[in-house]
Nanobody, 132 residues
Framework: QAQLVESGGGSVQAGGSLRLSCAAS????????VAWFRQVRGKEREGVAA????????RYSDSVKGRFTIAQDNAENIVSLQMNSLKPEDTAMYFC?????????????????????????WGQGTQVTVSS
């Protein structure tokens, strides 16, 4: 059974850093699009970063570009999200998600738009809280 488990969330002050990890079990990240989304209660889920594990290409939303870095660790079957210069508006539940075989969808690569429906496997989420 394919599963994703996130870890690394917590509470930090503005300007601080956190590193989230997403460990896969029951499948490998090989040649798939893996993304991080975040969601604030009452709002839609927002995609913030994606990586195509077949080639390492990455994409970021404008809101996190330059501050967040998504990376893959093939040996550990983990995709991480390094978050630096955190802001209070980064406070959210963070989810990782994996798509089917192949590159990230054109909605991400061409338009910078993440659709949650394009991802098949989701983790349970990890909370990130940034205080001012």
């Amino acid at each position: 059974q394919a599963q994703l488990v996130e870890s690394g969330g917590g509470s930090v002050q503005a300007g601080g850093s956190l590193r989230l990890s997403c460990a896969a079990s029951g499948f490998t990240y090989s040649a798939k699009c893996v993304a991080w989304f975040r969601q604030v209660r009452g709002k839609e889920r927002e995609g913030v970063a994606a990586i195509y594990t077949g080639g390492g290409q990455t994409r970021y939303s404008d809101s996190v570009k330059g501050r967040f870095t998504i990376a893959q660790d093939n040996a550990e079957n983990i995709v991480s999200l390094q978050m630096n210069s955190l802001k209070p508006e980064d406070t959210a539940m963070y989810f990782c998600a994996a798509g089917g075989p192949g590159d990230c969808p054109p909605s991400i690569t061409l338009r910078g738009v993440w659709h949650a429906t394009e991802f098949d496997v989701w983790g349970q989420g990890t909370q990130v809280t940034v205080s001012s």
